[in-house]
């Protein structure tokens, strides 16, 4: 790698030809004399811009020699080409009102190009409407964008999908790879706990729907999240934000930038959130589920000429709450025997839950929740102008800790004292890749790609038992069980380590074959190899050689160990054609094949007639068949509408499973044969006048097992004769048919408060969801009702950069479930991951 990094230095250096730099300010308003904030400034035919401050004036650092042709737009007003040819003028240029929609710029194949031109389905939300909406993470900007699914029952226990797919559904499994590419300013997030930290000063995300393996440097099967943090800039500035709410709600925001010399410019940016608790911890007698996020990244940008730019980044995260815990939501009959129902157990242990109603919000644990996650890292990154092209490098380090105390079993007995898995983890990824023009009329790009990663228990995971762990894991009526001592602090100590690497080379081009018509064909090569050293050793408890009573402990908890090695290659690529019929309309067609590479069980492994089920340590890779069909459309220039028809068969689907052994709580991964997903999505956006802006997204998603035949049962069927079913048919888990958002604003014509001049604004987004199952074998109780939420917020923006708003969040109050788990062991009892209830507060925003 740092062969690599040389040679790449050593190229680019040898082709920078150096000028001095040139500054291009100016000022950007209406024809009213009012400044217009926000204005997009761009040096055509380049990638440099810069965005107008709260005052319309703006900053550019070039050291290409004048006479430039500037492009200004904002939403609302025509666009602009202007030429400058004196860099020491300060040129006042006027923006005229239009109701056009502003083209919005993206950079995910490598370039700059608009949205709309680009064919791929792709959703694009705006740093400040997502700031605006309350989105300051995955999960809450999963409501405005509806393709995007998250659950999470703490961060390690993250699922991100698109369409349904991507990661395992349930408790994760740190033995496989997400489907769904994780990118900050090009650097690949390998953890799925980085998606529940805050945003921090974000510029813009962009979600691309389908594979996208031949354009990122990691494969992704479903799709890929690249977000772009606002940058460095030669022009000081600086942004504060200040919301305080219900709940004991505190958001800090604050974001400072500018040179630190003529070529050197810096940007530094924090992040904080905190609220009180949520749910009334009945035991510990204060309220938990509480939010304690902080974050900071900071950032400096080396200019050495027009066609070098370098830029050195950094970032460090962490959460502290006392959080994730689940509530008691219902209670199955099960197949078991009477004596082995949730309902007999607790009676015969005397005990009563707190409450059978979730939404009482009330719980009655007696182990510690805590999700100590921390994530940071530092990242080099080159972009170097060559030939009729942009070469770019990327290094990155990451690492990953994370220290959580769970309740699994969801009850005040002492069923599960300790469930901690302990672990960190590092990452090292290197990016090569050129985009650019190969001739007149074939354009693309040409990467290689590499990650190198280590996961290690810190020092171990463990597990243990407490003295109600007899009654939930009696299967008989012996008295046996009911030895003093036999369960109390028993259980399990795993010690393990994943040491993974992945190398790929990829390329896809777009050839014009005619002015509208466009072949765009990719291919990439994946290497990827895992090694595991996994050893689970038993303590404590009754300390016995009574044969009978060891092997009531080992139906509880049994040593495992098993090392293995594993590695493959494959080849998958894609095929575009893509057809611009006009400036109104552009269609496409997609054909692509990906893997997910191949999985390693760390969870521990199942039992079948008491022998480890060595078997399914290592599960195949996924092998993904995907189609597309869309068309964009722009039926005037204030409007646009986007509709896009998909369809995936997946060989050997990676899923994670729950099982009835206590000692495999987390469940353990199998392959189901073939599973589909097809679907249908709109999308659209309208400027209905200078004051009027509407958007919604509409997404009809359905996905099933078309096999899987040795599918563990449901929650209400264990205890039946056979541990395993046919779940052929059944539909998939977390997928809703029917998903959408609705939004827009209206803002004033004009108005002043405070004595600054503005606009006052009303928002609104609302979101809808059908129900879904919660269970990764279709069940009749794991299934969560559909739910509508409906957020808002009225304020003020003034010209000047000052401004103030009222939000409300979830403000019909809406009851609801995210997620359902069975509890571990499968006694009949589940839980819940509860929705936030009605939130509202106030937010001050102010920028130089």
């Known amino acids: 790698m740092r062969r690599t990094l040389h040679l790449v230095m050593l190229m680019l250096l040898s082709t920078a030809t150096t000028f001095a730099q040139q500054t291009i300010t100016g000022t950007v308003k209406t024809a009213e004399g009012k400044p217009v904030a926000n204005a997009t400034v761009q040096i055509k035919g380049s990638k440099t811009y810069a965005v107008a401050d709260s005052t319309g004036r703006f900053s550019i650092t070039s050291a290409k020699e004048p006479p430039y042709i500037l492009r200004i737009s904002s939403v609302g007003y025509k666009q602009l080409e202007a030429v400058v040819t004196n860099t020491q003028a300060s040129p006042l240029f006027t923006l005229i009102h239009d109701n056009r929609l502003t083209e919005v710029v993206i950079t995910s194949r490598r370039r700059s190009e608009t949205a709309q031109d680009v064919p791929i389905p792709i959703s694009v939300v705006g740093g400040a409407q997502a700031a605006d909406a309350g989105a300051f993470n995955v999960n809450r900007l999963k409501e405005l964008v509806p393709t995007v699914q998250l659950y999470s029952s703490n961060p390690r226990n993250t699922t991100l999908n698109i369409r349904g797919l991507g990661s395992t559904f349930g408790l994760t499994n740190d033995g496989i790879d997400p489907g769904v590419g994780f990118y900050v300013d090009g650097v690949y997030y390998a953890r799925p706990a980085a998606t529940t930290l805050d945003f921090i000063d974000i510029e813009q995300i962009e979600v691309l729907r389908g594979p996208q393996g031949t354009l990122f440097g990691k494969n992704t099967t479903a799709g890929a999240f690249n977000i772009t943090t606002k940058g460095p800039s030669f022009k000081s500035g600086a942004s504060a934000e200040l919301s305080y709410g219900n709940f004991g709600f505190i958001q800090a925001k604050a974001s400072v930038t500018g040179p630190l010399s003529r070529k050197l410019a810096g940007r530094i940016s924090f992040s904080g959130t905190q609220r009180d608790g949520v749910i009334y911890n009945t035991a510990s007698q204060k309220y938990i589920n509480d939010l304690n996020n902080l974050g900071v990244r900071g950032q400096l940008l080396f200019t050495p000429t027009d066609k070098i730019k370098i830029t050195l980044a950094g970032d460090a995260s962490q959460q502290r709450p006392e959080g994730y815990a689940q509530v008691v939501a219902g209670i199955v009959p099960t197949k078991r025997a009477a004596y082995r129902q949730f309902r ?24 510690t929740w805590r999700s100590g996650n921390k994530l940071g890292g530092v990242s080099l990154n080159i972009d170097a102008k060559i030939g009729e092209g942009t070469l770019t490098s990327t290094t990155a ?350 803002t004033s014509k004009t108005g002043s ?52 708003f009222v939000w409300g969040r979830n403000i019909l109050d809406k009851n609801y479930y995210e997620q359902l788990l069975p509890a571990a062991g499968n006694a009949g009892h589940y839980a819940a991951v509860l929705g936030d209830q009605r939130t509202y507060g106030i937010t001050l925003r102010y920028s130089l």
């Not at 007999?344 to 009482?360: C, G, M, R, T, V």
């Open 344 to 367: 007999q157990i607790i009676a015969d242990l005397n005990y009563k839950l707190p409450s059978e109603n979730a939404f009482d919000r009330l719980v009655d644990h007696n182990t």
């Open 397 to 746: 380090w990451r690492y990953w800790n994370w220290d959580p105390s769970n309740d699994r079993d969801f009850t005040g007995l002492a069923v599960l004292s300790l469930s901690q898995a302990t672990s960190k983890h590092k990452q090292w990824t290197q990016e090569l890749r050129y985009a650019g023009n190969v001739s007149k009329n074939v354009s693309g790009v040409i990467g290689a790609f590499a990650i190198s990663q280590d996961l290690l228990t810190d020092p171990f995971h463990v597990e243990e038992s407490g003295n109600a762990q007899w009654r939930f894991s009696q299967d008989d009526t012996t008295s046996l069980w009911k030895t003093p001592g036999l369960f109390d602090g028993y259980g399990i100590k795993t010690y393990s380590r994943l040491k993974t690497f992945g190398g790929a080379v990829f390329a896809q081009a777009d050839w014009a074959i005619t002015d509208k018509l466009h072949l765009l064909p990719g291919i990439r090569y994946n290497y990827d190899k895992k090694e595991v050293d996994y050893n689970r050793q038993t303590y404590g408890g009754l300390q016995t050689t009574d044969p009978k009573l060891v092997a009531l402990k080992n139906k509880v908890y049994s040593n495992q160990a098993f090392n293995t090695n594993v590695d493959e290659s494959n080849f998958s690529g894609q095929l575009t054609l893509a057809y611009k019929a006009s400036k109104h309309l552009n269609a496409f067609a997609t054909y692509s094949t990906s893997y997910k590479p191949i999985g390693v069980n760390l969870g521990g492994l199942p039992t079948s007639g008491g022998k480890v089920m060595t078997e399914l340590a290592r599960i195949n890779p996924e092998y993904v068949k995907h189609a597309e069909v869309g068309i964009k459309t722009s039926p005037t220039e204030n409007i646009t509408a986007n509709l896009t028809f998909h369809h995936t068969d997946i060989k050997d689907y990676q899923t994670q499973v729950q099982t009835a052994e206590v000692g495999v709580n987390r469940g353990y991964l199998a392959n189901a044969e073939k599973v589909r997903v097809l679907g249908v999505e709109l999308d659209a956006n309208a400027r209905l006048s200078d004051y009027v802006n509407i958007y919604t997204a509409v997404a009809y998603t359905d996905g099933k097992y078309v096999s899987f035949k040795n599918a563990p049962v449901p929650l209400e069927e264990t205890g039946s004769p056979s541990a395993f079913k046919d779940i052929s048919g059944g539909r998939l888990p977390g997928i809703s048919k029917w998903a959408g958002s609705l939004g827009g604003e209206l």
């Open 753 to 804: 408060l405070f004595g600054q001049s503005g606009r006052f604004f009303l928002g609104a987004d609302a979101y809808y969801r059908s129900e879904f199952s919660s269970s990764p074998s279709p069940s009749a109780y794991l299934n969560i009702d559909g739910y509508a939420l409906l957020n808002a917020r009225l304020g003020f923006k003034a010209y000047e950069g000052f401004t103030i």
